[in-house]
């Protein structure tokens, strides 16, 4: 499943993976890298550092496969508090339905009818 997020102030759209992260299962760092995802490039880099000195890359492998069901959370969740939000009622089901966000949250590109007001 994808999700478009829309940042309002820049103009910047972002298609985002939601679910299992695949790229971050095979190849470790080098998602974030891409994404332009500093703060868990640095966090996923020492860790896999410092894991995989002395276990010869077996635990970074481990964690790697275990962050990978992590991922993508984290990383629509910074965005989403960057100022990001979802750019339609497709976007917004998708993370609603993934727990990416809660139910009451508000965007305002998205239809009041989601929030549960009545007229």
């Known amino acids: 499943m994808?999700?478009?997020?829309?940042?309002?102030?820049?103009?910047?759209?972002?298609?985002?993976?939601?679910?299992?992260?695949?790229?971050?299962?095979?190849?470790?760092?080098?998602?974030?890298?891409?994404?332009?995802?500093?703060k868990w490039l640095v966090i996923i880099l020492l860790v896999d550092l410092v894991l995989g000195v002395w276990s010869f890359g077996g635990v970074s492998a481990a964690f790697n496969m275990i962050f990978a069901f992590f991922y993508n959370k984290l990383y629509i969740n910074d965005l989403l508090n960057s100022g990001f939000e979802p750019a339609d009622d497709s976007s917004y089901n998708t993370l609603l339905a993934k727990n990416y966000i809660a139910s009451g949250r508000r965007f305002s590109t998205i239809n009041e009818s989601h929030y549960g007001r009545t007229r």
């Open 2 to 38: 994808h999700a478009i997020l829309l940042n309002r102030r820049t103009n910047e759209r972002k298609e985002v993976k939601v679910g299992f992260s695949w790229t971050e299962f095979f190849w470790g760092f080098w998602p974030a890298l891409f994404r332009g995802d500093w």
